[in-house]
């Protein structure tokens, strides 16, 4: 029992240390770009008045979260490529841990919000802006921050209060799972805990996105037009990508038992949730989305 243990080691990607230099060019370059694209996306939106409605409020939110998410791993990463293990406090461990669950879980709520607005936009267009007001939408991020800050804390406090048996983190940073690994005695309750607060981050708010958009496919078919159903997916088909790779990968992980768990799975998961899908957000919306083009071609001319 290790309950007073100060610190612990972050294994990383120590068993491959020959590729040490070339994962650290990688991923240091898809960090920069990954911040550039979503602080222009983010900048474009907020000094484009035509760009002031509730679904690109909700994106440049999920820009920002994306910018905040990425940041609490990839500088670990990093240290972890140059110097090998890494030594990291207790108290520096707890913080990684809450702010990737209060990152990670807002963001999944956010992703049910803006389901939720492409829901009234399409089926409800005559009352859309009166839903959606302005009061609305800054209600839904800060309850989107609540749930994340609520997930977090209790992630957090039951794990660190726990006695543990060893100081070996099989991970790139303090993540969930390698964590249980280091529980001491019956880790059942903790699994089920995981699995519960997974299902309460991520399948309630993947359900509600679900029904939003069973209402939305309904509601295109019954248009009367091809135009109008083209031009009504296409302002929902964006989102649909960023959700079945947010969800996918982010679901893969968390929702399985510990029996399932294996370690190089689970790094790669965490690299493709935590790494790419910040970068191919904003990419998606701005290759994707005509508005947004449009504007960051105005903002390209005037620079």
């Known amino acids: 029992n290790l309950s007073g243990l100060s610190e612990f080691r972050l294994l990383g990607f120590s068993g491959n240390s020959h590729l040490h230099p070339l994962l650290f060019v990688i991923l240091l370059s898809l960090y920069i770009l990954t911040l550039v694209a979503n602080t222009v996306i983010a900048f474009t939106i907020n000094t ?5 409605t509730p679904m690109y409020f909700f994106l440049t939110q999920l820009s920002c979260l ?3 998410y990425l940041s609490v791993m990839i500088p670990t990463i990093l240290e972890n490529l140059m110097v090998g ?3 990291i406090s207790k108290t520096r461990c707890a913080m990684q841990m809450f702010s990737f669950l209060f990152f990670g879980v807002a963001e999944c709520f956010l992703l049910a919000a803006m389901s939720l607005d492409r829901y009234f936009a399409v089926c409800h267009p005559l009352h859309y802006t009166i839903t959606m007001s302005s009061r609305v939408c800054r209600s839904l991020v800060a309850g989107c921050y609540i749930c994340g800050a609520a997930v977090g804390f209790t992630h957090t406090l039951i794990t660190f209060s726990s006695p543990l048996c060893g100081s070996a983190i099989d991970h790139f940073f303090c993540e969930i799972q390698p964590l249980l690994d280091l529980l001491c005695g019956n880790t059942f309750p903790r699994e089920l ?3 519960l607060v997974a299902v309460f981050a991520i399948l309630s708010p993947f359900l509600l ?3 939003s958009y069973i209402r939305i496919i309904s509601t295109i078919l019954h248009m009367a037009s091809a135009e ?3 031009k009504a997916f296409s302002t929902c088909s964006s989102h649909l990508l960023v959700v079945a790779l947010f969800y996918g990968t982010a679901g893969s992980t968390y929702l399985r038992p510990k029996s399932t768990y294996c370690a190089a799975v689970d790094k ?3 690299l493709s949730y935590s790494v790419l899908t910040p970068l191919l957000n904003p990419i998606i919306y701005s290759l994707r989305n005509k508005e947004v ?3 960051l071609k105005k903002k390209w001319r005037k620079t």
């Open 209 to 211: 996105v679900v029904y």
């Open 228 to 230: 109008s159903q083209q």
């Open 193 to 195: 805990q995981v699995i």
């Open 48 to 52: 484009d008045n035509t760009l002031h």
């Open 66 to 68: 994306d910018i905040c």
């Open 85 to 87: 293990t890494v030594s």
């Open 293 to 295: 083009k449009r504007a």
């Open 268 to 270: 790669f998961l965490s």
